[in-house]
């Protein structure tokens, strides 16, 4: 089945009570059961709603995965994974991450025992030399969040494999519809369903999909027992959105190429990242580990102050200043006030999130619309 067809399809078959085509919102906290413990499937919403279930395993196929478990946000979906270690083992992630994942990380489980190490994964075999005896968990995004740095997903599966280590990929800003990095090693891929798989802004929800039936088994006990699950409506407004992820990315791609080639030229910017210039760092593994290049871009204003900086920020009409991404609309964030505000200066800073650095989600709006904007803003 092919990828328009699965999102449209997969996980999802006509209600056997009514035939409706569309999976029902099944509004229920607890379910019947014929005897204690004989049940149809479901016996408390917590642990299995048909909604979240078809919802699931839509999101599974389309990351060409077995097992999916939907969380009620991206960061529960992280939350669960870190959960997978013990205090004193280690994880190693990069030094360019989401703001509220490198919250998590040392904010939170570093209290509790587990090291981080936040390194460069530019040159995958950088890794090696951060493995020991305690390390169990490889965490990266790529394209990373904010400067659209490409790791080489199949490399660090290699390593992981290697070493023994769970390799995790936070795939948010490319979608299932742009890589799968499954199909490259990887045990669990992490989506902030929030993003391009609701595509909407109206729904705050996270995944995990894998295909290892244990990794599966433990996460979804994580899952059931601390409770970060999301409702039925929710479910069935991303069922809504994914069956126009093929159609929306192709017009993110297509948006965000003429915007970025526009930046690219353009006086006021002195940075643009974007994973689609050829001489981008590691533009030949992202041609190689993905379809199309998305429509996340940031940039760095030329000799722009903070002020400045806001004053352009704020200056959009048909761009809106807001947090998230991956929405139907086009947004425009500040990482180093918004999204990246909980790193420290000096960390964001050595990994190029400086204070005159914007993030634009480019949405599916008229091209000329979103020109017409990035002009007079710029101007």
Known sequence: MKFGTKAIHAGQEPDPTTGAIMTPIYQTSTFWQESPGKHKGYAYARGKNPTRNALEKC????????????FSSGMGAIDAVVKLLKPGEEVITGNDLYGGTYRMFTKVFANFGIKFHFIDLNDANNITKYINANTKLLWIETPTNPTMKIVDIAACAAISKKHNLILGVDNTFASPYL?????????IVMHSVTKYL???SDVVMGALVTNDDKLHEQLAFIHNSCGATPGPQDSFLVLRGLKTLHLRMKAHCENGKVIANFLHNHPKIEKVYWPGFPDSPNHDIAK???RDFGGMISIVLKGADLNETFRIASSFKVFSLAESLGGVESLINHPATMTHASIPKAEREAAGVVDNLLRLSVGVEDIEDLMEDLKNALS
Not at 59 to 70: P, T
């Open 179 to 187: 890589q799968n990095p499954l199909d490259l090693g990887a045990d």
């Open 59 to 70: 999101i599974a196929a389309l990351e060409n995965g077995k097992h999916g478990l939907c």
């Open 288 to 290: 190689k580990q993905m």
């Open 198 to 200: 609701g595509g909407h």
